[in-house]
């Protein structure tokens, strides 16, 4: 006998499983939401002596503790690298440090609190949240430039005034934003520039090569030796343009099939004008890629 149909108004069977399926797939496209919406690392995590060569990575370098320039040693700092600062960490500079940043992609020493630079902050930036740059009297001819540093303790302390800083912007500092031997300097809100003179130099009996551009004589090498290498390239392509055109002229003249030109040309002048062809095309490709080369070098050694 075939069981009656249930009309008593309870939920079938199917429904509470269904509805269980309905919530769990809910449950889980909300974690998944939440979790893309979830805070993520910044940038790489640092401590400890710096490197030769501080590359500007894709995400700001995240300070855990103190970073320091090896006595002895020069440290260079590419241009847009960020630094995001933890709690009692700064950057102290025992050899010479070179910071030279640009208008266009400048350095920053700030807090990891700084939305600007990590928005996925919980706690607002303030002064005080990191201790700042602290230049040892080894730091003699440390150059920075174009940087910024702010929501420190002391901003930039330095113990010897054999340094350049220009220009640099301070802001939102504790104690102080720049202070050059036990003086600290009034910087204001727009760019700052401290740099010592040919007479304050040579009065203290230092050498005059701390007031020059660290890098200076390796980038006029590469940019005079990148103009040379243009100015070839563009010689060498001139020519063999010229020298092609010619070449191609004549082996066009000796491929063609008409009986006078088969009767009075052989095949061995016909392997000739080919060669010519290949070897101006060559030539005139190798002097275009000096030229490129040339224009490449030139145009890097506005980065350094």
Not at 160 to 174: E, K, L
Not at 237 to 263: C, E, H, I, M, Q
Not at 284 to 302: C, D, E, K, N
Request: hydrophobic share 40%; net charge neutral.
């Amino acid at each position: 006998m075939r069981r009656p149909a249930d009309t008593t108004g309870r939920p079938a069977r199917w429904f509470l499983p269904a509805v269980c399926v309905v919530i769990a797939a809910a449950c889980g496209a909300s974690a998944a939401s939440d979790s893309a919406a979830a805070p993520k690392a910044v940038g790489d995590t640092i401590s400890g002596a710096l490197p030769k060569v501080v590359v500007a990575s894709k995400g700001p370098y995240v300070v855990v503790a103190d970073i320091w320039v090896p006595q002895g040693k020069t440290v260079i700092i590419e241009p847009g690298a960020v630094f995001l600062f933890h709690s009692f960490a700064g950057l102290k500079v025992q050899g010479t440090l070179l910071a030279r940043g640009s208008a266009d992609r400048p350095i920053v020493f700030t807090s990891i609190n700084d939305r600007t630079y990590n928005p996925s902050s919980v706690l607002d930036p303030a002064p005080y949240d990191w201790n700042g740059i602290y230049i040892h009297e080894e730091g003699t001819g440390s150059n920075l430039g174009y940087c910024a540093v702010t929501y420190s303790v002391y901003g930039i302390i330095s113990l010897t005034r054999f340094v350049r800083i220009a220009p640099c912007v301070f802001g939102s500092n504790g104690r102080a934003n720049l202070t050059i031997e036990g003086t600290e300097h009034q910087v204001g809100e727009g760019p700052y520039e401290y740099s010592l003179t040919v007479q304050d130099v040579q009065s203290q009996g230092v050498p005059l090569t701390i007031l020059r551009d660290p890098v200076a004589t390796r980038r006029n090498a590469v940019r005079y030796g990148s103009v040379a290498l243009f100015a070839g390239g563009v010689v060498c392509a001139a020519v063999a343009t010229t020298s092609y055109a010619g070449s191609k002229d004549r082996f066009d003249a000796l491929s063609g099939t008409d009986p006078d030109n088969l009767a009075g040309n052989s095949g061995a002048a016909w392997e000739t004008a080919r060669g010519d062809v290949v070897g101006s095309l060559a030539f005139m490709i190798v002097g275009y890629t000096l030229s490129l080369a040339g224009a490449a070098g030139f145009s890097w050694t506005f980065t350094f």
